[in-house]
């Protein structure tokens, strides 16, 4: 097969594991900033390999070769896919890669806000993968939970959007949907924000325009009821840094940008588009970067407890601390950068984390029930 070009986000990890073999034959590899690219850096591109902040339309993709469109990452409303299905453009998202990543931000988020989630209610809005993790993980630690989904009636814990944001601890995860029978757009306005109890939490890690930005800003600017943690924004990346200063904890998109789920999206992407027809040479398996990572973040990762006993909550942010993320958010909005560049570059620069089950607990310092916890979180 001759070498295909393929334009990639420059934040796509793993490339040459999973696509190295394409481009023998004369192909190329093309590093991208996806925020930014342009129809004539894809003059010559067979595919087109992007994030969540590349708009893929016509706009884009009109009178250029490309033949298939990846997404590594798990929402579609950045791809136009009527579009793309009428032009005959295969393409493919890669769902559920990053939902375990979100759901330990959510634990840890909470843990941050030195929040027992233990005895605490959730709701969740949005059952997809992220929220259907969260949802079965809630199950599990027998933890009552709330969801809303007008998409899964069905679903055992259902319930009305007033009902789930009086819950203790809300967590939005629903994909931003502008039209149809259940638009998402500014689904969380001032009307709803008025449900919220004092004293509950919540947290937005799904699309930042679910919530209506200015709606939540005004409500802060007048009274803090309520604990906030925004991973998502409305008009990511130049996002309102009066919003910022006021929410407990602000993060720049990062809570799905574990190690693990970004690889998990390349490897999806590589699985759909052997399965578009496009190609036929088998997915490279055994030594391959992606492969060399996890064994040797298994191999290099316990958790230590400290002496005499650690904290439930002291554990979880050993293995990931948001706080840390949302310092680093705040210092750049504080900086010289314009924010927009400076959103971007933190995710760009986004140092290396590790999803909980490459961590093992050391000695017996917890009790059998947290123990268990712990297993049902994802810890060794």
């Not at 036929?280 to 990762?301: D, F, I």
């Not at 000695?363 to 029930?369: F, M, N, P, T």
Request: one cysteine or more.
């Amino acid at each position: 097969m001759t070498g295909l070009t393929i334009v990639a986000d420059e934040n796509i990890p793993a490339l040459e594991d999973y696509f190295g073999d394409l481009l023998e034959g004369g192909g190329r590899l093309e590093r991208v900033n996806g925020r930014t690219l342009g129809r004539d850096q894809l003059a010559r591109a067979d595919i087109l390999l992007v994030r969540s902040v590349t708009p893929v339309n016509e706009d884009l993709l009109a009178d250029t070769p490309v033949r298939f469109v990846g997404s590594c990452t798990i929402g579609t409303d950045h791809l136009d896919t009527a579009w793309l299905d009428r032009q005959g453009i295969a393409w493919s998202a890669a769902p559920g890669c990053n939902a375990n990543s979100v759901v330990e931000y959510v634990f840890c988020a909470l843990a941050a806000l030195a929040i027992d989630w233990r005895g605490r209610s959730f709701g969740i809005v949005g059952c997809g993968n992220v929220g259907g993790l969260l949802q079965r993980r809630l199950r599990e630690l027998e933890i009552p939970c709330a969801v809303y989904d007008p998409w899964l009636p069905d679903n055992p814990d259902a319930a009305d959007l007033q009902t789930v944001l009086q819950q203790d601890v809300i967590c939005l995860h629903a994909p931003l949907v502008k039209d149809g029978p259940h638009p998402s757009l500014h689904m969380v306005g001032a009307e709803q924000l008025a449900h919220i109890k004092d004293g509950a939490v919540l947290i937005s890690a799904g699309r930042g325009a679910v919530v209506d930005n200015a709606a939540l800003l005004e409500l802060l600017q007048k009274r803090k009821r309520f604990s906030t943690v925004l991973d998502v924004w409305e008009n990511e990346p130049a996002i309102d840094t009066r919003l910022l200063e006021l929410v407990d904890i602000g993060t720049p998109h990062i809570a799905g940008y574990s190690m693990d789920g970004k690889l998990a999206g390349t490897r999806m992407i590589r699985d759909a588009l052997e399965s578009s027809e496009i190609i036929s040479s088998p997915l490279p398996r055994g030594e391959g970067l992606g492969e060399r990572e996890r064994r040797r973040s298994r191999r290099n990762a316990e958790l230590e407890l400290g002496a005499p006993r650690g904290s439930f909550a002291d554990l979880l942010l050993q293995m990931y601390d948001p706080r840390n993320d949302d310092h680093r958010l705040r210092a750049a909005a504080d900086g010289e950068i314009p924010m927009a560049r400076a959103f971007d570059q933190l995710r760009r620069e986004y140092p290396r984390r590790l999803e909980f089950s490459h961590f093992s607990l050391a000695d017996d310092a917890l009790d059998a029930a947290e123990r268990r916890q712990l297993a049902i979180l994802g810890l060794k």
